[in-house]
């Protein structure tokens, strides 16, 4: 295919060296590519399954500091690897050690809808999440309405240290969060409210506008767009 093609690129008379060079290779390297990963051999080196006997997902992982990793996600077991969740519907975090060793877990949030997308190990060992909650009770004992913004810092081995509540009447929630280089921290989501610290929503309230908020190092609010 590649030989067939090669005279009618040479016929427009026209075409740059380096458009060529950039063809050739690429046609080559899917020519190639194939054969080359079907050569690999992937073998799996461990795994590990944890949940209860409802629903469990997991939403993101994230690098620490010890060559080990968290998960993110969510439950909605109270048993078997979970027993020691005081409630359904909570966010979830899984620390693993290097050699894929589970060292800890910790759930979060009440007796609502709770769960997390994004949550990052800070420089100090500590952990920041963004919470999505609608809860009343349990870890977050005050909500605005519906769905919240919740900025929870948490110690080395997932205990809550800091939390604070940001939304308005509607459902507002973080999907990830970042640290800036001034040591403040970005919160990126949805929201459908119009009201209280949200303002300029867009169009009708069936649907989402991005709301971002900056938070400074301790969690309280500089600003939201």
């Not at 968290?70 to 050699?99: C, M, P």
């Not at 005050?142 to 929870?152: A, K, Y």
């Not at 507002?172 to 209280?196: E, Q």
Request: hydrophobic share 35%; charged share 15%; proline share 3%.
């Amino acid at each position: 295919m590649l030989l067939h093609l090669l005279p009618h690129a040479f016929s427009s008379g026209k075409l740059l060296n380096q458009k060529l060079s950039l063809w050739f290779h690429s046609a080559l390297l899917t020519l190639l590519l194939p054969a080359t990963l079907s050569a690999q051999t992937i073998n799996m080196v461990w795994q590990d399954v944890f949940g209860g006997t409802n629903e469990e997902r997991c939403h993101t992982m994230q690098p620490t500091s010890d060559s080990g990793f968290i998960v993110v996600g969510r439950t909605w077991s109270n048993n078997d690897d979970l027993a020691d969740a005081e409630y359904l519907r909570q966010a979830l975090l899984i620390k693993y050690d290097a050699n894929g060793n589970r060292q800890w877990h910790k759930t979060y949030g009440g007796s609502s809808t709770d769960h997390s997308f994004y949550t990052e190990q800070l420089p100090d060992g500590n952990y920041l999440m963004a919470l999505e909650s609608q809860s009343t009770d349990g870890d977050v004992p005050e909500n605005n309405g519906n769905q919240d913004f919740v900025w929870l810092k948490l110690d080395s081995v997932g205990n809550i240290i800091g939390e604070i509540v940001y939304g308005a009447s509607l459902h507002d929630h973080p999907s990830c969060m970042r640290r800036t280089s001034a040591g403040n921290y970005i919160m990126v989501g949805g929201s459908l409210s119009n009201d209280g610290i949200v303002t300029g929503h867009h169009g009708s309230s069936d649907y989402f506008d991005i709301w971002v908020v900056m938070l400074d190092a301790n969690g309280n609010w500089m600003w939201g767009k």
